[in-house]
């Protein structure tokens, strides 16, 4: 069987998959009769509102089977990769279940990415086809990025745009019924196979892929539909990305598709088009990052609007949401808070429903499985005492064993026995509750949004005049964290001020092609840097230099 398991992809051992098995935990289904059964199970209920359309569960899974049937046409075969960059909207989920029908793997990628990390998934997985918009954010000109990649990649045959398609194949035609259909030529890969690739965000220079299986995938979909509550009432706003893996199954779409509920698609996260799209659809569950939570909170005071409190579920993650504003949500907005600590690795904790008001204020709650093994070890990966703070490492029945063509990266990020280094530092109280208390691993979580600061410092020394960087987290009321740039400067005669090297240097990451979200927010120039013992960056200490700035 595992013969047959995706080069690249590290197999879980026999023995965890038999156990996992034996347990229940994977039942042998791919996430293309997971669809289908779903469609068998709620026909006519609604499964996903986009703008003024609204699809059902039986139309959702033709027009998945005539987009497979479409895709196979024009060449895409089993074991083909395709990188999905998509707005939220339904065609996602649809070319989504399509790849996934024919065998083919799915790469997920954000609508925020450039050229940098798209060039990267396509170098690390061949893949043959990208699906993308037209136009993004900022008036981003997503055929441009694609004309750039596929002239710099032949395996790169096929580019899909939702929207103009200009000289490219266009997604509308995708979802046509084909003339000729002949199903049989393809299937989807089997269970214990990897169904798709999903995103890191990582902490070195390259973005990791993620393999999930089908088995793997769909028993986080499925318990974590239990954990929230969802039933075929349920209807899910969903305005984070539609790739992330928070949004795809913690419970996310999947867990609302599971149910027999409904995705309300929105695109801006803003309270105000949010709480239109609530009222409008009657939205019982909403999933957020902190840095939108005070923003809705302040819009709903302002209007003295009951909203929040309309909600069957508020569920918020990604980063840590600090205890007084859990503490406000719950007092102040009457919120039936739900708070998630997941990971595109596998393992997801939630407070649970039924917790004291303590427990769901001041944790992040208790892993999903029972199974999910976790330890919390100290520099040397020894056990602290119990309620120490540590570093957190896991395996499970849903967490991968390492990352996709990356054999050197996953001897660190991986102990021997399997374990996945998250790289946070957390506190696990006597009540099986965890507390994430702080973070080892060289990344910004700016608003959830994660930033591995060796990719952007790898970026800035490019630059002729950068001769040092270090780019490190400064706290934001907003957005939890923000990118900090410390630059040394190679000087020239005719030196810009120091304003304009910011400017200079922000239009270089932007112009190298890396995600918007990473563009440093500010830039500092230094004369000297600091240094550890062992001869490294001291970006503590440059950390510590940042807070005497602000306060001064
Ligand atoms: P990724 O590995 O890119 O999927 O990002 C997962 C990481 O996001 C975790 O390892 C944490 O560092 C962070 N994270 C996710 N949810 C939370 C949360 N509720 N509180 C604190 N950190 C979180
Ligand atoms: O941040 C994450 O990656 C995340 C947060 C909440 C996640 O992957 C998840 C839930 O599944």
Redesign the pocket.
């Given at each position: 069987m595992q013969s047959h398991y995706l080069a690249g992809a590290v197999p879980y051992p026999e023995e965890f998959a038999r156990l996992y098995r034996e347990k229940g935990y994977w039942i042998g289904q791919n996430l293309s009769d997971f669809l289908q059964e779903c469609a068998e199970k709620y026909p006519h209920h609604i499964a996903i509102y986009c703008e003024d359309q609204q699809i059902s569960y039986k139309t959702f899974n033709l027009l998945v089977s005539d987009c497979a049937e479409n895709l196979y046409q024009l060449g895409l075969r089993s074991g083909d990769k395709a990188i999905v960059q998509l707005p939220n909207h339904h065609a996602f989920y649809i070319i989504f279940f399509a790849l996934i029908r024919l065998g083919a793997l799915p790469v997920m990628s954000l609508p925020a990415h450039r050229f940098s990390e798209l060039n990267s998934f396509v170098e690390q997985t061949q893949a043959k086809a990208y699906f993308c918009a037209d136009v993004g954010a900022q008036k981003f000109d997503y055929r441009e990025l694609a004309r750039k990649l596929k002239s710099m990649h032949h395996a790169l045959e096929h580019v899909f745009v939702l929207g103009e398609s200009q000289e490219f194949h266009a997604v509308a035609a995708l979802l046509e019924t084909p003339e000729l259909f002949q199903p049989s030529q393809y299937s989807a890969s089997s269970p214990e196979q990897v169904a798709f690739l999903q995103l890191s965000?990582g902490s070195t220079g390259i973005p990791k892929l993620i393999p999930r299986t089908h088995d793997d995938y769909l028993y986080s979909v499925r318990e974590s539909s239990k954990i929230c509550c969802l039933d075929e009432t349920s209807k899910l706003l969903m305005v984070l990305p539609a790739a992330?893996?928070?949004s795809m199954?913690?419970a996310g779409a999947l867990g609302i598709f599971y149910s027999g509920g409904a995705v309300v698609l929105g695109t801006d996260p803003s309270p105000a088009q949010a709480f239109e799209l609530i009222r409008k659809h009657q939205v019982t569950d909403v999933c957020l990052v902190p840095a939108l939570v005070r923003p809705w909170m302040d819009k709903a005071a302002k209007d003295k609007d009951d909203i929040l409190s309309s909600l069957r579920c508020l569920q918020v993650?990604?980063?840590r949401l600090a205890d007084v504003v859990a503490l406000r949500l719950i007092d102040e907005f009457q919120v039936k808070l739900q708070q998630?600590?997941?990971?595109?690795e596998g393992l997801?904790n939630y407070t649970r429903f039924d917790m004291t008001k303590e427990q769901i204020v001041h944790t992040q709650g208790r892993k999903l499985c029972i199974d999910d093994e976790i330890l919390i070890v100290n520099d040397e990966d020894q056990p602290v005492p119990q309620g120490d703070v540590g570093h957190l490492l896991t395996r499970g029945p849903y967490t991968i064993r390492g990352y996709y063509n990356a054999p050197e990266h996953n001897l660190r990020s991986f102990t021997t026995d399997g374990f996945y280094r998250t790289g946070d530092l957390v506190r696990l109280r006597e009540d099986g509750c965890i507390v994430v208390e702080g973070r080892a691993k060289d990344q910004i979580n700016r608003g959830?949004e994660?930033i591995a600061t060796e990719e952007v410092e790898q970026a800035l020394i490019t630059h002729p005049q950068v001769k040092l960087v270090a780019l490190v987290a400064m706290p934001d009321e907003v957005l939890g964290e923000k990118s900090c740039a410390f630059v040394l400067w190679q000087s020239q005669p005719d030196d810009p001020s120091e304003f304009r090297r910011g400017l200079i240097l922000k239009q270089y990451i932007q112009n190298v092609g890396l995600a918007t979200y990473k563009i440093p927010d500010r830039i500092e120039f230094l004369d000297h840097f600091p240094y550890t013992a062992f001869g490294k960056i001291d970006k503590k200490s440059l950390v510590k230099k940042f807070e005497i700035q602000q306060v001064s």
């Open positions: 965000g992330h893996n928070f199954s913690s993650g990604g980063a998630v600590f997941g990971m595109a997801v959830g994660k």
